[in-house]
Nanobody
Framework: QVQLVESGGGSVQAGGSLSLSCARS????????MGWFRQVPGKERETVSF????????AYADSVKGRFTHSQDYAKNTQTLRMNSLKPEDTAMYYC????????????????WGQGTQVTVSV
């Protein structure tokens, strides 16, 4: 059974930094994709970043490129989203998610989801 558990959300002032972690278990196989997503109430879930198990570099949404860094620790089965230069518009519930096979920009293609962690950026 695949389980994803996020941690590390919180509140920060604009320009500040936060790191989110996602501990994963139960993923079997050589081809899978891990992603970070975010959602604001009343809006669609947005893809932030994803990385395939065989890839070196993650993909990023244009809105976070250059500010967020998505990294994988395969030994610890953990992925981390380091968020720098945070803006009020980054305020959202952040989720990690996984899917077997290739990556996708569509949140609906991800089968396994964590419970989410709130990030709030104040002016």
């Amino acid at each position: 059974q695949v389980q994803l558990v996020e941690s590390g959300g919180g509140s920060v002032q604009a320009g500040g930094s936060l790191s989110l972690s996602c501990a994963r278990s139960g993923i079997i196989g050589a081809s899978w994709c891990m992603g970070w997503f975010r959602q604001v109430p009343g809006k669609e879930r947005e893809t932030v970043s994803f990385i395939h198990s065989t890839a070196v570099y993650p993909a990023y949404a244009d809105s976070v490129k250059g500010r967020f860094t998505h990294s994988q620790d395969y030994a610890k089965n953990t992925q981390t989203l380091r968020m720098n230069s945070l803006k009020p518009e980054d305020t959202a519930m952040y989720y990690c998610a996984a899917r077997l096979g290739g990556c996708s920009w569509s949140p609906g293609d991800y089968k396994y989801w964590g419970q989410g962690t709130q990030v709030t950026v104040s002016v």
